[in-house]
């Protein structure tokens, strides 16, 4: 295997897609203080091995939702997939049906829900970014079942879009600008410029049919700006959860209390998230997070988590702490932006090689006994 681990790829990635891209994939916010600390404070947890149990095979498979999974992860949304490589989106839904693990499309990337709901056969999650427009967030949510998703996950993590000074600085804030710099780094990555060509620059493929015709560029800011304004609040879930008739999770809880009222609003679970620390550089790590939340909540709905998260390692630190479910984002970006239409494939293979390695070596056999496992 050329690249055992995810931080080959992660180089490979780096060499490989021009510096405004890689950068916006691999950034947080602010000065990356909670970026650092999602993966740091996740891999300070450690995991006791039984070597004198009596014990078999180590199994993977994990019930979720009613459906068995092959693993205990699956891909986070990422919003422009298709800037890092171009057809990302399409490429990471596939691999996810192939591997059986659920795949989490974004509002906000490049691929639309009936393009993935054909690729997936129905099978894959969908992340509403909520609109301020209640008949934009009712048209979502109708085209999402009639592609057939599975799980809805409302994002509340991002009442205001982050502040991320390498994007401002590469161009990329909203409207986007393609600079000298950008220009002269898609020159010297003449592959992804070809690919990039080949399929068509990168858009918002979920909400090209809501916005104006032949809106300029220089528009597109404030119309994200005043499609998203609006707040995820009680009033403004209430609806989604009359509406979706499927499983519903809230994504990018952080609190105990929050966790309280998405329990007491409906939701089916919720994913521990502070999106990859790209919202709130002062914000606690994912996995500190967690600790509060399993405590007071565990056996009421179903707790993920994701942000910082990338590797099979990492996957079994956090079902040890008490995650009943994992979503990594970047660590299957890097591998689609470092090998095309196999990293997909490649990253599912490390992520379960690994995992299954810690489980036979904690002498571990099913992923719900790992918690176990915990050094406290």
């Known amino acids: 295997m050329k690249y055992p681990a995810i931080e080959d790829l992660r180089e490979r990635a780096r060499q490989r897609i021009p510096r405004f891209a890689f950068e916006y994939l691999d950034g947080g916010c602010n000065e990356d203080v909670n970026l650092h600390k999602n993966t740091a404070e996740l891999r300070e947890v450690e995991l006791k091995p039984f070597y004198l149990s009596n014990h078999g095979a180590s199994d993977m498979r994990t019930e979720l939702f009613g459906k068995t999974y092959d693993a205990p992860f699956g891909i986070a949304p990422v919003g422009l997939q298709g800037l890092m490589w171009p057809g990302a989106t399409e490429i990471l839904a596939m691999a996810a049906r192939r591997h059986n693990i659920p795949f989490v499309l974004s509002t906000v990337t490049t691929a639309s829900i009936e393009t993935v709901g054909k690729l997936t056969d129905g099978h894959f999650w969908f992340q509403l970014y909520h609109p301020a427009d209640k008949a934009l967030r009712d048209d979502l949510l109708d085209r999402a079942e009639a592609a057939g998703c599975e799980v809805l996950c409302v994002l509340c993590d991002v009442p205001s879009f982050g502040y991320r000074p390498r994007d401002i600085r590469n161009g990329l804030a909203m409207p986007p600008q393609m600079t000298l710099s950008n220009i002269l780094q898609i020159m010297g990555k003449p592959h992804w410029a070809w690919q990039t060509l080949l399929h068509g620059k990168p858009e918002f493929a979920n909400l090209k049919k809501y916005m104006p015709k032949n809106m300029d560029m220089s528009q597109l800011g404030q119309y994200m700006n005043q499609t998203f304004s609006g707040r995820v609040s009680e009033a403004r879930i209430a609806p989604i959860r009359e509406r979706w008739r499927g499983k519903l999770v809230l994504k990018g809880v952080a609190s105990a209390e929050d966790t309280e009222m998405a329990r007491r609003l409906g939701f089916d679970g919720i ?21 509060p939340i399993v405590t007071n909540h565990a056996g009421r709905l179903k707790i993920m988590l994701d942000s910082g998260i990338r590797s099979g390692v990492d996957v079994a630190r956090a079902l040890a702490s008490g995650a009943e479910f994992t979503f990594l984002g970047r660590s299957f970006m890097y591998g689609v932006a470092a090998l095309g239409e196999a990293g997909g494939d490649h990253v599912a293979t490390i992520l379960k090689k690994q995992l299954q390695q810690v489980m036979e070596q904690v002498c571990c056999e099913r992923v719900g006994d790992l918690p176990r496992h915990l050094v406290h």
Do not use: F, M, P, T
């Open 271 to 291: 994913i521990v998230s502070n999106h990859g620390g790209r919202q709130l550089d002062a914000g606690q790590s994912s996995i500190k997070s967690l600790g």
